[in-house]
């Protein structure tokens, strides 16, 4: 059973436009969430993430909000680049970002000239 | 250091041999995590170290595959009598639990295992 789910595959924006990745979960005990962002033939990269006491962090252009009732997080991206065309991966953790992590599917996000 | 290391890059071996990987973790980071990435799928859980002592295993880890990280630095995943099932990215990732601790893991950037 998927714990964390991403349910749109991919993602289509213009440049300069917003990019919103959402992401759902089931398990109420999970009380961190992370994004990582992955190019082909490499590792996930660290992203950005928010502890479960927060409903919102941002970092730069990057923002994550975290609705616990609806046991959804999105992320979002202003302004969208080219550069950010990635596949981005939702995760969750019981007890912090420094133990097992429960990932989705990935979202690919294509970020159009 | 230059961030998480991983050797091979690629393998592909025959149906039923046994093959290792080997990871080097940022060496500040005192816990080491191997996850696995099949085609469409996001990476899952196999096992993780702090220093040199496996504390958690999923069940994902059967009989056949085993984890070491005899010094509490670099670490190596065996798999033994491999299947065509077995082929995916392994993935392998560090993060530190003392000193400055910054959010999420670094991932290297995997081995990926063909099995034929």
């Known amino acids: 059973d998927q714990q964390v789910k991403q349910n749109s595959p991919s993602l289509s924006v213009q440049e300069g436009r917003i990019s919103i990745l959402n992401c759902d979960y089931t398990?109420?005990?999970?009380?961190?969430f992370l994004w990582y962002k992955k190019y082909p033939a490499e590792g996930p990269t660290f992203l950005i993430s928010i502890s479960s006491i927060k409903d919102k962090n941002e970092d730069g252009r990057f923002t994550v909000f975290l609705n616990k009732s609806a046991k959804h997080l999105s992320l979002h991206i202003v302004p969208s680049q080219p550069g950010d065309s990635a596949v981005y991966f939702c995760?969750?953790?019981?007890?912090?970002?420094?133990?097992?992590?429960?990932f989705g599917k990935g979202t690919l996000l294509t970020v159009n000239p | 250091d230059t961030g998480v290391s991983q050797n091979p890059r690629h393998k592909i071996t025959k149906r039923g041999q046994n093959v290792t990987f080997r990871c080097d973790p940022i060496s500040e980071h005192n816990r080491l995590y191997w996850y696995r990435q099949t085609l469409g799928q996001g990476p899952e859980f196999l096992t993780y170290f702090q220093n040199e002592a496996q504390l958690e295993k999923s069940r994902l880890l059967s009989d056949r595959f085993s984890a070491e990280r005899p010094k509490g630095s670099f670490s190596t995943l065996e798999i033994q009598r491999t299947e065509q099932g077995d082929s995916a990215m392994y993935l392998c990732a560090s993060s530190a639990t003392t000193g400055t601790v910054s959010p999420g893991y670094t991932f290297g950037s995997g081995t990926r295992l063909t099995v034929v």
């Open positions: 995760a969750a953790s019981r007890g912090g970002s420094n133990y097992k992590l429960t």
């Open positions: 398990n109420s005990m999970f009380d961190y």
